[in-house]
């Protein structure tokens, strides 16, 4: 039986899966698998120059939502939630249910796998890209107006957490990548 969502037990099995994994798999990990936003999380959570940048009365979450790509072993969209808090506190960041998206006050970044690859590897700078309609983003655009270089910090950072894109891997590597969301989607109640 699937865990429900936002429910300390969610929580405590999200946690304990990701230290598994962390512990247990080869690196580099795959961005965005759980192993990678557990390694993510940490790193925003000491980075000194998101916390430079922060808004002191920050209470927004931020979510990037990657459009599927069969190909690339992403069969349904994922949704990863950034829980910032004030001064550049990052509570948490974990893969989120589609129902759980549009709350009020929510930022969401929404690219297609091949953008956030982009952005990743310093190809297209989140701004332009959102300025360009490459990267859409929801949300009360003066409050974002107002954070914009600590926001544009929290994107900058999946480039720069070690990692293994989705369209670097070989085709078992993909499988594998496929599978554990599949697994996640459902042990997790995150469809």
């Not at 965005?32 to 999380?41: D, L, N, T, V």
């Not at 914009?148 to 720069?160: A, C, L, M, N, P």
């Amino acid at each position: 039986m699937p865990y429900t969502f936002g429910t300390p037990e969610w929580e405590e099995a999200f946690k304990k899966l990701t230290q598994e994994r962390i512990a247990t798999q080869p690196r580099p990990f795959v961005v965005f698998s759980p192993e990678w936003i557990g390694e993510w999380e940490k790193y925003v959570q000491n980075d000194a120059k998101y916390k430079e940048l922060a808004q002191p009365n920050w209470e927004n979450p931020v979510i990037l939502h990657m459009l599927k790509n069969p190909a690339l072993g992403v069969d349904q969209d994922i949704y990863v939630k950034l829980d910032l808090w004030h001064n550049g506190e990052c509570r948490s960041i974990r893969y989120i249910p589609n129902t759980a998206v549009g709350q009020p006050g929510d930022f969401v970044v929404t690219g297609t796998v091949e953008r956030w690859l982009a952005v990743g590897r310093k190809q297209l700078d989140v701004t332009k890209g959102m300025m360009q309609g490459k990267l859409k983003l929801k949300g009360d655009l003066p409050t974002i107006v107002k954070a914009v270089k600590s926001s544009v910090r929290i994107v900058e950072t999946v480039g720069e957490v070690d990692g293994k894109f989705p369209d670097e891997l070989t085709p078992e590597q993909t499988e594998a990548f496929r599978k554990v969301v599949q697994d996640l989607t459902k042990e997790f109640n995150i469809t």
